[in-house]
């Protein structure tokens, strides 16, 4: 479960903080959306692992590579989703 969730974590990263000449902006919209609307649907159960893992992950990120800003997208993930 954890690796899955690492997957949807960075998935979302990349999608919020790639330049608009990688990404489109409004593509990535999209695509987050859809990763919102999926986990929406999740048991409470999967919800709470992936708030969990994404706490962990914004943890390990702030204090590995000091990166502020993606620790905070990566922690507040789980509200920015809806769940």
């Known amino acids: ?6 997957a949807i974590i960075w998935s979302a990263c990349f999608l919020e903080m ?9 593509s990535a919209v999209k695509a987050l959306e859809d990763i919102a609307s999926a986990l929406q649907q ?5 919800k709470r692992a ?4 994404c706490a962990g992950e914004a943890d390990k990120l702030q204090q590995e590579t ?18």
Do not use: H, I, Q, W
């Open 18 to 26: 790639s330049e608009d000449d990688v990404v489109d902006p409004d």
């Open 66 to 83: 000091g990166y502020a800003r993606s620790a905070d997208f990566v922690r507040g993930l789980p509200a920015a989703l809806g769940l």
């Open 50 to 53: 992936f708030a969990e893992v």
């Open 1 to 6: 479960m954890k690796n899955l969730c690492r």
């Open 42 to 46: 999740a048991t409470e159960e999967e």
